[in-house]
Structure formats: structure tokens, C-alpha cells
């Protein structure tokens, strides 16, 4: 398939949609990106792969050509039924959220390589981090102001809760800034291209520690005994 704005164009013009903004609907048109992304994953023949947000399909028609076995989810119906008739996928029509990785049964290793929506990834990131099998490499492309949240230092003002659990599990491979020209729509901000992986002693936080944690940030200036009693 083209990566191109012109093609991603002809495509919602033939399906009789527009960009929804309120699905965080900012398609990739560079093709490098799209190509860099499946590359550096990297993604081997027969590799389970996981796609949150289709679109018009740029990125899952270079995992189908790199021979993965893509799980896709897509909340558009449109766009999920052209993907459906388009790609030979497993493809779950509905929200992330509630199936973060669509219809795998988390049996085997896995990957998640997906271009996110923005309205969702930190939230999706949570479920992700909740599973009982983390994928192995996440190659995520997300908003700049997200990614730098998550990968902040722990000495950093925006060092969260999200951030310490996904660096407990995760080393970064290598992240690159993506103009936000590279979209369409052209979101406001520029965006990160981020390759994550597993670390072997990845550390899973309990729900119990999750809510501690979260509870800990919230009262940060309070001293620890008082938040604990």
C-alpha cells in the first residue's frame, strides 16, 4: 500500500468519512515511518503482532507484508470493515480499552506495534501493563508530551505513576521525534516514536501496589505515615 496524503485522502473519500477528531484520528502518510516502525520492532515471519487503532491501514498493511500475524482493534466501523475486507487480520471492531489486545489470548510472546490514538495511549498503556503477559518489544508512536512523561527521570516534575511502572518493565531501545506534518489530520503537536523491551526481570506491579503508588502521587507533599494509616 501508499503511504502518502494523497492516498489516505482517496481512501476516506471512497469509505464517505472524514478524520474523527473525538477518536484521536491522526493517520501516519510517511511511509519511512511506516517502515522504520516494523524494522527496528523488529517483526519475523510468524511473529504475533499487535495493532491498536488500523486506520486506513498503512501500518498493518507493512505487518502483513512482513509476514506477522496481526491482532488489530478498531473502534470506526467503517474503517474496521475495510480493514476487515481489505487485510488478511484478526480484527476486533470496538474500544482498546476494553480489549487492549484485541482477540489474543496472551498464550504466546507477542509485540504490540501500533500508531496510537492519542485520547487513549496512557490509558491503554495502563491496561497493557495490568495483563499477566507484557509483550515483548512496544513500538509505539504517540504524542511527544506523553512519551516524555513516561520516560521521565525520577528526579523530573513529571515523573508519574505510569511512567515508573512502564520503566520497570521496559528498556528503551531508542525513541525519535516525528513531525507533526508526517499526519493527517495535522495534530498540534509533534509526536515520539518509541522502541521498548522487555526487560527480563520485568517487574509486574499488583493492583494493590498500583492503587498505593497512584495514591502516594496524589498526596506527594502529605509525609508517608499519614497516607498509609
Not at 476486533?92 to 498464550?107: C, E, K, Q, R, W
Not at 495534530?187 to 515520539?192: A, F, L, V
Request: charged letters at 20%; glycine letters at 4%; a positive charge.
Amino acid at each position: 500500500m501508499t503511504v502518502s496524503l494523497s492516498e489516505t485522502r482517496s481512501i476516506l473519500n471512497r469509505l464517505g468519512i472524514q478524520p474523527n477528531r473525538s477518536l484521536g484520528q491522526n493517520f501516519l502518510i510517511q511511509a519511512n515511518v511506516v517502515q522504520y516502525s516494523v524494522e527496528e520492532t523488529p517483526i519475523n515471519p510468524g511473529d504475533i503482532v499487535v495493532e491498536i487503532g488500523c486506520g486506513c491501514g498503512t501500518l498493518t498493511s507493512a505487518l502483513v507484508q512482513a509476514q506477522a500475524r496481526v491482532f488489530g482493534v478498531e473502534k470506526d466501523q467503517t474503517l474496521a470493515r475495510y480493514i476487515t475486507e481489505t487485510f488478511p487480520i484478526d480484527l476486533v471492531h470496538g474500544d482498546a480499552l476494553i480489549t487492549p489486545v484485541g482477540n489474543f489470548d496472551l498464550s504466546k510472546p507477542y509485540k504490540v506495534v501500533s500508531n496510537l490514538p492519542y485520547a487513549i495511549a496512557s490509558v491503554w498503556l495502563h491496561q497493557v501493563l495490568c495483563l499477566s503477559r507484557l509483550p515483548e518489544n512496544l513500538t509505539l508512536l504517540v504524542q511527544k508530551e506523553a512519551a516524555d512523561r513516561w520516560l521521565s527521570p525520577d528526579h523530573c516534575k513529571h515523573f508519574c505513576p505510569l511512567g515508573i511502572r512502564l520503566q520497570s518493565a521496559y528498556q528503551i531501545k531508542h525513541q525519535c521525534i516525528i513531525h507533526k506534518r508526517c499526519f493527517y489530520p495535522q495534530p498540534k503537536i509533534d509526536s515520539t516514536l518509541l522502541f521498548l523491551q522487555k526487560k527480563q526481570d520485568a517487574f509486574i506491579f499488583s493492583p494493590e501496589l498500583v492503587t498505593l503508588m497512584r495514591d502516594l502521587f496524589i498526596h506527594r507533599r502529605q509525609q508517608i505515615p499519614h497516607i498509609c494509616k
